[in-house]
């Protein structure tokens, strides 16, 4: 009997294995890349994808600067939107939904007038905000209670009324916006060693406690206060 049972939980436990890697395969996410499409459209500096379908590459100096894919990024189309301005590059692409879509445009030439663009129809027309008059944007993101951009040339600006007016957060050279929910949104700095962030939407802005240095990106894990910051810091808040 005792070679039976040890027999029987050696097969129940090759059982357990083989359901477990079954429903949790090992995944090497990054490990291998293949080109999938040329353009030819000069320098590209940001992607986004809204959903696993359709996606958007953003260009500098270009008399089509935003191109889409709704095929995986297997094609691409260029869509309308306004020419970038000489030196201009698309710096940042995001949208809080399939109507509510947001690009910033910024300079190599330095601190110049960027611009901030809108699209309501996923992406496929982009207009210009002329009341955005701040310089060299470098990323936006909207919360539940405003529309937040950061950049070199400002700190962060935000809106009430989707982009017509502009309140000025803070005035420290900044780069990278994400939050982690509707509420709760963090900074990356240019030149300042200080990471700024909000519990109130992007309304009021603290400095954090940690002290990395500058980062362009971050990217927050939704639903945890945690965020990621290039290219080799963490950068953890929490949420109050």
Request: proline residues 5%; neutral net charge.
């Amino acid at each position: 009997m005792g070679k039976i049972h040890l027999v029987l939980r050696i097969a129940f436990l090759l059982v357990f294995v083989i359901a477990c890697c079954s429903a949790f395969p090992l995944q090497k996410a990054g490990a291998t890349w293949n080109e999938i499409a040329q353009l030819n459209q000069g320098q590209g500096y940001v992607i986004y994808f809204l959903d696993a379908k359709t996606g958007f590459l953003g260009f500098g100096n270009n008399a089509a600067p935003i191109w889409k894919s709704t095929d995986s990024g297997v094609t691409w189309v260029s869509v309308t939107s306004p020419a970038t301005p000489r030196n201009g590059y698309v710096s940042d692409i995001w949208f809080s939904a399939p109507d509510d879509g947001w690009a910033t445009i910024a300079s190599t030439a330095g601190f110049a007038t960027g611009q901030l663009w809108h699209s309501t129809d996923t992406g496929n027309t982009w207009v210009n905000c002329n009341s955005f008059k701040f310089g060299d944007p470098s990323s936006v993101r909207r919360t539940s209670k405003a529309l937040c951009v950061a950049g070199a040339g400002f700190g962060v600006v935000f809106s009430l009324d989707s982009g017509r007016t502009f309140t000025q957060g803070f005035n420290e050279p900044m780069r990278g916006l994400d939050l982690v929910d509707s509420l709760h949104i963090a900074c990356t700095p240019l030149s300042s060693p200080t990471y700024y962030y909000s519990s109130a939407g992007g309304t009021s802005w603290q400095p954090s406690n940690q002290i990395v240095g500058d980062a362009w990106g971050t990217c927050g894990v939704k639903g945890t206060s945690t965020y990621f910051v290039a290219p080799e810091n963490q950068l953890h808040l929490t949420l109050e």
